[in-house]
């Protein structure tokens, strides 16, 4: 449909980029405020002045609404939102999750859509518990392909249409979804159905759900993780290729007396300092923002403040090359998060397919670091080193007489000629003292080496403390000890 998508930068899956919708545009990795009309403890106009350049509302609210639908049909959402940035509105499939049931039919919901003025519209898609079996969340994905094509058909191929992928948790129907989005055409494809894994902290099968999506939809598409809230959260699903997010979380929290951190949330009556250089944070102390008369309010505030600042450190990170660092640091806040990126991780074989070629560093951060893409490319890479008869590879760059190459040893990629000794990976890379699991990736590199090279007899020089990983991990491979 009638959106244009342009990738800036790029690192694993994780784009900076700019989303064109109409004449406006939206800086990607992006955060849409969920605004309900009957409670705005943040106005529009305050989050325009936060740079938040799109919100997104639920049209059945309008639809629904004593006080606001007329309102909405005469004066349009933007004028009655005070907001001149992208306004995207979802159907009421949030309602029919929640309830089971909603008032207003496929065709009804987009009429009001565009009548109103939404500038992303969304059908009225099924979504499908993750507690669904097969059969069901096969035949409410069928439900939701047929209501996107009468959406297209009714609304027309230069409406601004979303596409929301379902299939509940079955990572064949995810996939199934998301290339019949494609192949319609949709370009803004939004994963939905995905809160309550979130909200049980099912990262792993969130991981399993988004990736599969990810390979049926196109590399073209701009993916919208529907309800994604939280921003401990948003360097991994970013990671993974969601491009923008919806999130009421910054609301919901602060009514409930929770107060946001990318590590977590706390109540904030348990606090007693307030660790955020925000506007509230540094006019309040921790008491005076629990007794305050406002309290919601500057919840709110302070929520959206941190939410929309882990946005900007993920474009950041993505334009300097180092989003597995940050994602590695946030998953580090939850355990379950933890489980989510060791999935992710075994993924690396495909995400290496979109991740830069070159970026500023390497920083070891523990054995997970050693499934990074870029390990993984290194791996590939050995293949096209040109090589002697016999090759000595050495753990402490002890050359040794009788050997055409030379090459160093540094974990985790392995094998290093001289001359790449200055290049990325290996060249910007920063590892602790050495560890098993570093170094057995190192012995996976040697093993690439061997296998690639049947010519060449490749020898280990190692010390006696690495001796018997070493044999272990590479039977078929010479080894002397270099106990000097």
Known sequence: MSFGFEVIHKDIAGRVGKLKVGEKVIRTPALLPVINPHLQLVTPREMADLGVEALITNAYIF??????RERALAEGLHKLLDFDGVIMTDSGSFQLSVYGDVEVSNTDTLSFQKAIGSEIIVPLDIPTSPAADYETAKHELAVTLERLDEAREFM?????LAAPVQGGIYTDLREEAGAAVSERGFTFCPIGAVVPLMESYRYQDLVRVVMAA??????AACIHLFGAGHPAMFALAVAMGCDLFDSAAYALYAKEGRYMTV????????LAELPC????????????????????RLLALHNLYVTLAEISRIRQAIQDGTLWELVDERCRGHPRLLSGYRELLTYSDELELSDRVSKRRFFYRGSESCLRTEVGRYHEMVSRFTL????L???????????????????PFGPLPQGLSETFPVGQHEVPDWDDEMVLRGCEGIAALQESHPDSTITVLCTR????????????VGVILNDL
């Open 214 to 219: 990810k390979k049926g939809l196109s590399p």
């Open 263 to 270: 590590h977590g949330s706390f109540k904030i009556g348990e």
């Open 156 to 160: 027309g191929e230069d409406c601004q």
């Open 465 to 476: 403390e690495w001796e018997p990983l070493v044999r272990a991990a590479l039977p078929d």
């Open 63 to 68: 639809y629904r609404s004593a006080q606001y």
């Open 393 to 411: 590879v050495s753990f402490d760059g002890t050359e040794i007489p009788g050997y055409d190459d030379c090459l160093l040893f540094r974990p």
């Open 388 to 391: 002697g008869g016999a090759v």
């Open 277 to 296: 250089a925000c506007s509230v944070c540094r006019s309040h102390t921790a008491e005076e923002l629990n007794k305050a008369p406002d309290r919601e």
